[in-house]
Nanobody, 122 residues
């Protein structure tokens, strides 16, 4: 149906920045709301930021003013700009998207990427 792939994770020093990307692929689909989630070691997965198909955004309190979510509807991509990172932001970051697939029928679905590791350490 629709496949999501994250990229851009890695090791960054405290105070540094990273930009994560999420690329969607498939046939005859349209993305609706897209989200970034994270799962830190020993903790449950949590929603970090959301963006609708018209660009409305929302953020978890823990990342407001530090993270910026954006998307490129033409190229079916989503981004997460992360600034002034601290070790507390170390986690696996996942993208998630609601979508429609157009065929003989229009089918709605939700899919996740495999995640990209972000490690903030000196």
């Amino acid at each position: 149906q629709v496949h999501l792939e994250e990229s851009g994770g890695g090791l960054v020093h405290p105070g540094g920045s990273l930009r994560l990307s999420c690329t969607a692929s498939g046939a005859k689909f349209r993305l609706n709301t897209m989200n970034w989630h994270r799962q830190a070691p020993g903790r449950e997965r949590e929603l970090v930021a959301s963006i609708t198909n018209v660009g409305s955004t929302s953020y978890a309190d823990s990342v407001k003013g530090r993270f910026t979510i954006s998307r490129d509807n033409t190229n079916n991509m989503m981004y997460l700009q992360m600034n002034t990172l601290t070790p507390e932001y170390t986690a696996v970051y996942y993208c998630e998207a609601d979508y429609w697939v157009f065929g003989d029928e229009t089918v709605a679905g939700r899919t996740w990427g495999q995640g990209t590791q972000v490690t903030v350490s000196s």
